[in-house]
């Protein structure tokens, strides 16, 4: 709201900083009421409403089969591995939406993303948080396969998260390997920041390089993403708690720490 006074008085008084004689006579809020219903304020600024819209892409391609080391030291399949940080990141999800001072649960939407073929199949529809359907998931998921997709399916979780009407929208992204099909995500971004700055929304991507060189992913944290690496299953839960609760769930601006 404080945003479109702003813009308000900014009309009021013209854009150049000299006083409107069409507009003095008018207060901001009065102006914002004339936009509104002329629909010259987009309507994703419009209707806005407080919340989190967070689409995960989990890589699913063949590389996923590979052994790291898990929590005991161990050695187990990544997709395993993933499996399980799934389901942490969904309990904490769940715990952000309803551990609240007021009783009233917070606004969360959640989508989750796989790689089919060149591009990514939703595979949970990004809505109301559905921990249940994320759960089956990551219970059932045992077959990794394929490319990495990774720009075609930054894309297809970007458009889902602005079509959201939640006010702060994240693309996660947990993948083991660069991108081997497709645009390459560093072409991809730069094209979703503009049309999130045309609609006015609030748009941030997250990379966690799971056993890959987080280095190779310099370009996007050039464009303003969150990169960080995970080399085994304790950093993989580490650095997903690290962007979960510092950047998605209370948007801290401190920049994380790659390997």
Known sequence: MNQLLTMGRRLQSGFNGRPSSKMKSFSPRAILTVLFLTGLIPVTLRGAEEGVALAIIYDTSGSMKEPVADASGASAPKYLIANRALLDVTRQLQAFATNTATGVARKIEVGLFIFQGDHAREVVKLGPLDGQAIERFAARFS???????????????????MDSPLSRKHVLIITDGLNTVGPPPRQVL??????????????SVHFVAFDVDARQFAPLKALGATVVGAADEKQL????????????LLEDEEPPKTR
């Open 190 to 203: 730069p094209r979703l920041r503009q049309q999130a700055e045309q609609r006015h929304a609030s748009f």
């Open 237 to 248: 839960n580490s650095q997903l708690q690290f962007i979960l609760q510092q950047k998605i």
């Open 143 to 161: 077959s990794p396969k394929g490319n990495t997709p990774l720009g075609n399916a930054l894309s297809t979780a970007a458009h889902a998260v």
